[in-house]
């Protein structure tokens, strides 16, 4: 990103935010049962919620206006490589690849594309956006921190690296962003 975006531009993103905050709060929280260690089912559980939290954030964003794309058609999947990605990261396995590719793949992939459009806000008008992504941010940190408890989260799986050449196809967690036309 170069500079603030437009009103269009931003809620299409944010949309994007919010799909995929939802698609880890349900593929986490449905994984969580079957893993094999109580710390990870423990922490699957709770991460899953804040990704529901952090998609309800998201959802105060996105405008309600006539003529405009209401939040249901804004939330939508940033492109069939991340949602493939994501059931990457959740497929059958072990506990310790699942942690490597969400702590050294996902959560670092997501938590630069925030920080990267937090960095492009625009003074008054973006006042509301900073707020959120600012306790987004911090909210994915604090989760990430706590899963380093259990796995290091270096990325370096055969399931972490699918899923970050998943990621880079997309390109991101969060797909490319709407450019004027």
Same mark, same amino acid.
């Given at each position: 990103?170069?500079?603030?975006?437009?009103?269009?531009?931003? &809620?299409? #993103?944010?949309?994007?935010?919010?799909?995929?905050?939802?698609? #880890?709060?349900?593929?986490? @929280?449905? =994984?969580?049962?079957?893993?094999?260690?109580? !710390?990870?089912?423990?922490?699957?559980?709770? +991460?899953?919620?804040?990704? @529901?939290?952090?998609?309800?954030?998201?959802?105060?964003?996105?405008?309600? &206006? +006539? /003529?405009?794309?209401?939040? /249901?058609?804004?939330?939508?999947?940033?492109? =069939?490589?991340?949602?493939?990605?994501?059931?990457?990261?959740?497929?059958?396995?072990?506990?310790?690849?699942?942690?490597? $590719?969400?702590?050294?793949?996902?959560?670092?992939?997501?938590? &630069? $594309?925030?920080?990267?459009?937090?960095?492009?806000?625009?003074?008054? &008008?973006?006042?509301?956006?900073?707020?959120?992504?600012?306790?987004?941010?911090?909210? #994915?940190? +604090?989760? $990430?921190?706590? @899963?380093?408890?259990?796995? +290091?989260?270096? /990325? !370096?799986?055969?399931?972490?690296?699918?899923?970050? @050449?998943?990621?880079? $196809?997309?390109?991101?967690?969060?797909?490319?962003?709407?450019?004027?036309?």
């Amino acid at each position: 990103m170069t500079g603030p975006l437009t009103l269009q531009a931003t &809620a299409d #993103l944010v949309g994007r935010y919010r799909y995929v905050e939802l698609d #880890l709060f349900a593929k986490l @929280g449905g =994984r969580a049962p079957s893993c094999t260690e109580a !710390g990870t089912v423990v922490y699957l559980s709770e +991460a899953s919620l804040a990704h @529901g939290f952090r998609a309800a954030l998201f959802e105060t964003l996105l405008p309600v &206006a +006539a /003529g405009l794309a209401g939040p /249901g058609e804004l939330t939508r999947s940033p492109g =069939r490589p991340l949602d493939e990605a994501l059931d990457a990261l959740v497929a059958e396995g072990g506990d310790e690849e699942l942690l490597d $590719a969400l702590l050294g793949v996902v959560y670092p992939a997501m938590a &630069a $594309a925030y920080g990267e459009h937090l960095a492009v806000t625009a003074g008054p &008008a973006d006042g509301p956006l900073r707020r959120v992504l600012r306790r987004v941010s911090s909210d #994915l940190e +604090a989760v $990430a921190a706590e @899963g380093q408890a259990l796995c +290091a989260g270096r /990325g !370096g799986s055969s399931r972490a690296q699918i899923v970050g @050449g998943l990621l880079e $196809a997309v390109p991101g967690p969060f797909g490319p962003l709407l450019r004027p036309s």
